[in-house]
């Protein structure tokens, strides 16, 4: 039996406790020991299905949960029926002759939706693969992380979104298989998943970044590249306004030659005080990717630098003594943040998963960005880091890069994209900081996106400003999906109603 429910109903609170769900019935959905994964799936598919139509029968919302990481509370749904696919987490490899001509199949993986990032990561090296871009942590399940294109720092890289090559999501009236038209698994392959071919670009765009609101992603095929090895510099660097220049025009090696060392980075990461951001040091991750070769030195995480946030622990502090808020903020930097493997130290490596923390949950979290054109940088980087201070943010401002992540709602949404989030304390005084920013980056006319999951304070009128055509298109593609508005309204809560992702 594939769903089981979990206790009686009751209060939920996510990960990070940012919201709960007051009444909610619960329910796991549990991976089987079938053998093959289109067994596992067609029972899974078949469960959920009918678990879809008793909720409908009884009136009731449906939230599926991932990890419950995600701080802008699209994971609550208020007294509905939660499912929790964390328990549904097994990987299995696919065969050649169950993809289509032309794809090879040794580069993909059958991953079930409540895996974590971290147990797909691990599978895919145990057999000489690797994903090629996370999060910086890796505690989120595949399907949670892709609904709200999660991504990292790789620059040449966009969302983790961009692995997936097939979807099986649930719908209330039918399971489909979805695909870019080209095609990637087999008929018979889908129609042993307990699911119906769906091969349209327009649709799989959509099904890649679902916002939890396309039905419930039961599985995911996942493509990778060959196994590589890391080799992480991290070192504190008063940086210079130029920098910004080069970063902004995408020459991350003249960056990593100034601070770091002369090659050409794969991974570059910039933690800053916005409180004289250009006169206190930064904190700078660099990873270099180097051919694997398995007999590297072994190196802790902690040696190689896995896990940023120990920034988080301020708490209330930094909001009752305003006079001391840069101060201590580089105070935190410096004690908060494992310093090295720096130029001079002896070099350590890892494979991408070695160098990745599950995360512990921070109760009083704050989490929030603006994904902008990499070529606006320096402007809108002065701008938030005033913007941030004037109103008193009490948190770092971590700068990351991205190529245009794959999804019609991906926020990496321009051809190069800077990421700059706002991490650390929760207080409400942050929030309005936050706010101010972007009310600034409006008045300037500057073009930027928010992170779904983050506290962003999006709103309907934004998203669809921001993603306009994009958004039209997957809201057609939803409704292809689901055509049925009873059975859209399924996956109504308050969260995405206000986004208009639902309605
Ligand atoms: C400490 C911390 C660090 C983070 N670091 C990063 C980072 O480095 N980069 C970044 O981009 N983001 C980051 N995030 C954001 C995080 O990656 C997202 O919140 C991600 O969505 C969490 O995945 P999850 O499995 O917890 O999903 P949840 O929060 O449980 O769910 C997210 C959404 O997906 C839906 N969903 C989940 N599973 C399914 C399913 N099977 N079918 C359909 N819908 C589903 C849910 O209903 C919900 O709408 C961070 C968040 C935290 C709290």
């Given at each position: 039996?594939p769903?089981?429910?979990?206790?009686d109903?009751g209060?939920?609170?996510n990960?990070?406790?940012?919201?709960f769900?007051r009444d909610?019935a619960r329910?796991g959905l549990?991976?089987?020991?079938a053998q093959?994964?289109?067994?596992?799936?067609?029972?899974a598919?078949?469960?959920v299905?009918?678990w879809?139509g008793r909720a409908k029968a009884?009136?009731?919302?449906v939230?599926?949960?991932?990890?419950?990481?995600?701080?802008s509370?699209i994971n609550?749904?208020?007294d509905?029926?939660?499912?929790?696919?964390?328990r549904f987490?097994?990987?299995f490899?696919?065969?050649q002759?169950?993809v289509?001509?032309?794809i090879?199949?040794?580069?993909?993986m059958?991953?079930e939706?409540?895996?974590l990032?971290d147990?797909?990561?691990?599978?895919l090296?145990e057999?000489g693969r690797s994903l090629?871009t996370?999060?910086?942590?890796?505690?989120?399940t595949?399907?949670?992380?892709c609904?709200?294109?999660?991504h990292?720092?790789?620059?040449?890289r966009?969302?983790?979104q961009?692995?997936v090559?097939?979807?099986q999501?649930v719908t209330?009236?039918?399971?489909?298989?979805?695909e870019?038209e080209?095609?990637?698994?087999?008929?018979?392959?889908?129609?042993?998943?307990?699911a119906?071919p769906l091969?349209?670009?327009?649709?799989?765009?959509?099904?890649?970044l679902p916002v939890?609101s396309?039905?419930?992603?039961?599985?995911?095929?996942?493509d990778s590249v060959?196994?590589?090895?890391?080799?992480?510099i991290?070192n504190?660097r008063?940086?210079?306004?130029d920098?910004?220049?080069?970063?902004?025009?995408?020459d991350?090696?003249?960056?990593?030659a100034?601070?770091?060392l002369?090659?050409?980075?794969?991974?570059?990461q910039m933690?800053v005080n916005?409180y004289k951001?250009f006169r206190?040091p930064?904190?700078?991750?660099?990873?270099?990717r180097?051919?694997?070769r398995?007999?590297?030195p072994?190196?802790?995480?902690?040696e190689?630098?896995a896990?940023y946030?120990?920034?988080s622990?301020?708490?209330?502090f930094?909001?009752d003594?305003p006079?001391a808020?840069g101060?201590?903020?580089?105070f935190a930097?410096?004690?908060?943040y494992?310093?090295?493997?720096?130029v001079d130290?002896?070099?350590?490596?890892?494979?991408?998963g070695?160098?990745l923390?599950?995360h512990?949950p921070?109760?009083?979290?704050?989490?929030?960005?603006?994904?902008i054109?990499?070529?606006?940088?320096p402007h809108v980087f002065?701008l938030?880091?005033?913007a941030y201070v004037?109103?008193?943010?009490?948190?770092?401002?971590?700068?990351?890069?991205?190529?245009r992540?794959?999804g019609?709602?991906?926020?990496?949404r321009f051809?190069?994209?800077?990421?700059?989030?706002?991490?650390?304390?929760?207080?409400?005084?942050?929030?309005?900081?936050?706010?101010?920013?972007?009310?600034?980056?409006d008045?300037?006319?500057?073009?930027?996106?928010r992170?779904?999951a983050?506290?962003?304070r999006?709103?309907?009128?934004?998203v669809?400003?921001?993603y306009?055509e994009?958004?039209q298109r997957?809201?057609?593609?939803?409704?292809r999906l689901i055509?049925?508005p009873?059975?859209?309204?399924?996956?109504?809560s308050?969260?995405l109603d206000g986004l208009g992702?639902?309605?």
């Open positions: 039996m769903i089981v429910q979990l206790g109903p209060r939920w609170t990960y990070h406790g940012t919201g769900c909610a329910f549990r991976s089987g020991d093959r994964g289109r067994d596992e799936l067609a029972i598919a078949a469960a299905q009918d879809l009884e009136g009731k919302r939230r599926p949960l991932g990890a419950g990481w995600s701080p509370n609550i749904c208020a509905g029926w939660l499912l929790h696919t964390r987490n097994r990987c490899r696919i065969a002759d169950d289509r001509p032309g090879d199949a040794a580069r993909l059958l991953v939706a409540g895996a990032v147990e797909v990561s691990d599978k090296e057999q090629w996370s999060g910086a942590g890796n505690g989120q595949f399907a949670g992380a609904a709200t294109g999660t990292g720092s790789m620059v040449a966009g969302g983790i961009d692995h090559r097939a979807v999501i209330p009236q039918t399971a489909y298989w979805v870019p080209a095609g990637v698994m087999t008929d018979d392959f889908i129609t042993a998943a307990g119906v091969r349209n670009e327009d649709i799989f765009a959509a099904a890649q939890g396309l039905g419930i992603v039961t599985a995911m095929v996942v060959p196994k590589f090895l890391v080799r992480p991290q504190l008063i940086i210079d306004r920098a910004l220049d080069w970063l902004a025009a995408g991350f090696r003249r960056f990593s100034a601070y770091a002369d090659r050409d980075p794969a991974f570059v933690i916005p951001p206190r930064a904190m700078l991750r660099f990873l270099y180097e051919e694997w398995p007999d590297y072994r190196a802790t995480p902690g190689l630098g896990g946030d120990a920034l622990l301020l708490g209330r930094l909001d003594y006079f808020r101060a201590l903020l580089q930097m410096k004690r908060g494992a310093s090295g493997p720096d130290d002896p070099p350590v490596y890892g494979s991408w070695e160098g923390d599950t512990r921070l109760a009083g979290l704050f989490n929030a960005s603006v994904t054109d990499r070529a606006d940088l002065e938030a880091c005033r004037r109103h008193g943010g009490s948190t770092v401002m971590t700068v990351r890069f991205m190529e992540a794959q019609l709602l991906a926020p990496a051809p190069h994209n800077a990421v700059i989030d706002f991490d650390g304390p929760r207080s409400e005084r942050t929030a309005k900081a936050y706010q101010a920013v972007v009310d600034l980056l008045a300037e006319g500057v073009a930027f996106t992170h779904w983050k506290s962003c999006l709103d309907a009128a934004r669809a400003a921001d306009g994009d958004l997957w809201l057609a593609a939803r409704n055509p049925d009873a059975d859209r309204a399924l996956f109504r308050e969260v992702l639902t309605c």
